[in-house]
């Protein structure tokens, strides 16, 4: 009689959301102590941003959506769907610039890792 | 364990509240400028071979963006229509246009052409009666510092 090994997977959701004031850069580094799999990176830019927010997403410091410059939008939430390894505590960093002269804006990044439940949780 | 730094950056637009201010309906747009409809249509007599000037007044801290500028008489003869713009008083006129035409002279500016403090009028009858001159501006007015407003953004 075989035993199928099945192993449990667990998603977190590293969330974002900044208040950025105007003229002014937010750069803010979070981290999950599991490895995994990035499975989705959602932004949320609000109504009224008008595509004077940019905001990106780095992955260990280099760029990882969009891969080349700032994602500015205005009242969308695009969702990246992707199956990037990610590695113990890799730092995941949200950098919005808000380029809005008067306004301050508030958008969110959310970044969902697919991780295997350890033996101990 | 999170970080958060800040730092300045460069501004290149004003976008509209969100609700990082209480503002839920922000994608409604905000109206920061009032426009409205500038409509000159009036007749002016020119006597035979001669130029007549008609200097129309604009309102204090108003300006006026026109955009068509018809002048038409009911004999088809040489007529010239010509339109400056002062902006400052005791200044030198802009010329917006100059031309002449038979029965109808016509012209359009695509962005407007901003006027802020007299609208000259020059029109000459090149026939030997006097004319009629059926002279329409059309554009829109707006004040001021809300012109100056929406040029730079």
């Given at each position: 009689m075989s035993e199928q090994a099945t192993e449990e997977l667990r998603e977190v959701e590293i969330s974002f959301r900044e208040t950025v004031q105007p003229g002014r850069g937010v750069r803010v580094?979070?981290?999950?102590?599991?490895?995994?799999?990035?499975?989705?990176?959602?932004?949320h830019f609000p109504p009224g941003s008008a595509g004077l927010v940019e905001v990106r997403l780095l992955k260990d410091e280099k760029p990882f959506y969009p891969a080349e410059g700032f994602l500015a939008l205005d009242n969308?939430?695009?969702?990246?769907?992707?199956?990037a390894d990610y590695?113990?505590?890799?730092?995941?960093?949200?950098?919005?610039?808000?380029?809005?002269?008067?306004?301050?804006?508030?958008?969110?990044?959310?970044?969902v890792i697919r991780y295997k439940k350890p033996w101990w949780l | 364990m999170a970080?958060?730094?800040?730092?300045?950056?460069?501004?290149?637009?004003?976008?509209?509240?969100?609700?990082?201010q209480q503002v839920e309906y922000s994608v409604e747009?905000?109206?920061r400028s009032y426009?409205?409809?500038?409509?000159?249509?009036?007749?002016y007599l020119v006597p035979a071979g001669s130029v007549r000037t008609i200097d129309v007044n604009i309102p204090s801290e108003t300006?006026?963006?026109?955009?068509?500028?018809?002048?038409?008489?009911?004999?088809?003869?040489?007529?010239?229509?010509?339109?400056?713009?002062?902006?400052?008083?005791?200044?030198?006129?802009?010329?917006i246009f100059s031309k002449a035409d038979y029965q109808k002279v016509e012209h359009h500016h695509s962005r407007g052409a901003p006027v802020f403090l007299i609208i000259?009028?020059?029109?000459?009858?090149?026939?030997?009666f006097d004319l009629d001159v059926s002279v329409t501006l059309a554009g829109i007015y707006t004040g001021v510092q809300e012109y100056h407003q929406s040029v730079a953004t």
């Open positions: 580094t979070k981290s999950f102590h599991i490895e995994g799999k990035i499975t989705q990176v959602m932004f969308a939430t695009p969702v990246h769907y992707t199956d590695y113990a505590k890799e730092p995941l960093t949200v950098e919005v610039l808000n380029r809005d002269g008067i306004n301050p804006h508030t958008p969110s990044v959310t970044v | 970080t958060r730094e800040t730092f300045p950056v460069e501004t290149t637009g004003v976008g509209r509240k969100d609700y990082s747009p905000i109206v426009q409205n409809a500038y409509l000159l249509d009036e007749i300006v006026v963006l026109l955009y068509d500028f018809i002048a038409s008489i009911t004999r088809n003869c040489l007529l010239g229509f010509e339109v400056q713009a002062i902006d400052v008083a005791g200044g030198l006129a802009n010329p000259r009028i020059i029109l000459t009858n090149y026939c030997t």
